[in-house]
Nanobody, 124 residues
Framework: QVQVAESGGGLVQAGGSLRVSCVFSGITWGDYAVAWFRQTPGMEREFLAAISFLGDDTHYVDSVKDRFTIARDNVQHKHILRMNRVKPEDTAVYYC?????????????????WGQGTQVTVSS
């Protein structure tokens, strides 16, 4: 059974930094690309960043590329989204999505597995 879990969300002040992590099990860790999305109530799920299964290629949406960094930890087998200079509009539930070999950018319907999400709240 495949399980995907995000962690690290919480409350942070505007201008600060936060790191959210994604781990998954039940599949071969090195075979999967990972993407991060976020969603606020009543809005579409928004693509943020993705990293290839080899970890050698990353892709960002323009709105966060200067503040967010996606990375993978090959030792602890987890993926990380580092968020710097956060803003109140970054408040959302953050989701990890995984796909076999290649990520699918913003097309969330093509990802194979999703986590339950972790809440990030940025106070002004």
């Amino acid at each position: 059974q495949v399980q995907v879990a995000e962690s690290g969300g919480g409350l942070v002040q505007a201008g600060g930094s936060l790191r959210v992590s994604c781990v998954f099990s039940g599949i071969t860790w090195g075979d999967y690309a990972v993407a991060w999305f976020r969603q606020t109530p009543g809005m579409e799920r928004e693509f943020l960043a993705a990293i290839s299964f080899l970890g050698d290629d990353t892709h960002y949406v323009d709105s966060v590329k200067d503040r967010f960094t996606i990375a993978r930890d090959n030792v602890q087998h987890k993926h990380i989204l580092r968020m710097n200079r956060v803003k109140p509009e970054d408040t959302a539930v953050y989701y990890c999505a995984i796909a076999y070999l290649n990520h699918h950018g913003e097309v969330h319907a093509l990802y194979d597995y999703w986590g339950q999400g972790t809440q990030v709240t940025v106070s002004s």
